[in-house]
């Protein structure tokens, strides 16, 4: 079946300082889509990329859908407090047919 | 718009009793999908139901089950519980075809001891 692939599992880093998290599927997807989810609450989404190519930005957030429609990363600039979570991207699997596949996270932790 | 709630949101079982989860979409929304989400596995789906009717399936045990009302509430039943059963259990709702964006509910943590 369909893998999703993240790196990196953790990520330590300074108040202000960038972060960027990668995304990779072992198939082609239909659509990407990437989830926020807070120490003890839950998945919140925050984006859906379709096109190949495509760049979404929210704010300090950039979102971006490889060519290939395989690979996805999320990059933060300037990193608050407030961003500290498990960001989450995840692909239909068989086309949607047979659920949604998550990735494993990519814990961000931020030291003030 | 209320969001996804889900009840109980604690619960202590024994092994080998069984359980069921109750899950209330965003109202509108057709789509109901059940994912448990463990430290060691993550997020995990198990089913969504869309129109009472179960379109896509994890690969879960049998033992995992679920089932959705003419009003869209999604109830999912485990039964003969193992200790590794023991997780957060997620519903979230979609307006949209074919495995959209997803509402989460704030989930039901399920100790089995």
């Known amino acids: 079946g369909q893998q999703v692939m993240q790196i990196p599992q953790y990520q330590h880093v300074q108040e202000g300082e960038d972060f960027t998290t990668y995304c990779n599927s072992s198939?082609?997807?239909?659509?990407i889509q990437w989830y926020k989810q807070r120490p003890g609450g839950h998945p919140v989404f925050l984006i859906q990329?379709?096109?190949?190519?495509e760049v979404k930005k929210q704010k300090r957030l950039t979102f971006q859908f490889g060519e290939a429609k395989k690979n996805s990363s999320l990059h933060i600039t300037a990193t608050q407090t407030t961003d500290v979570g498990t960001y989450f991207c995840a692909g239909p699997e068989g086309g949607g047919a047979d659920g949604l596949t998550f990735g494993k996270g990519t814990h961000l932790i931020i030291q003030p | 718009k209320a969001g996804v709630t889900q009840t109980p949101r604690y619960l202590i079982k024994t092994r080998g009793q069984q359980v069921t989860l109750s899950c209330s979409p965003i109202s509108g929304h057709r789509s109901v999908s059940w994912y448990q989400q463990t430290p060691g596995q993550g997020l995990q789906f198990l089913f969504e139901?869309?129109?009472?009717?179960?379109?896509n399936k994890g690969n879960f045990p049998g033992r995992f089950s679920g089932r959705q009302f003419s009003n869209s509430r999604s109830e999912m039943n485990v039964s003969t519980l193992e200790l590794g059963d023991s997780a957060l259990y997620l519903c979230a709702s979609s307006s949209l075809d074919r495995m959209g964006e997803q509402y989460f509910g704030p989930g039901t943590r399920l100790t089995v001891t």
């Open positions: 990329l379709v096109k190949s190519g």
């Open positions: 139901y869309f129109s009472e009717t179960q379109r």
């Open positions: 198939t082609t997807l239909s659509n």
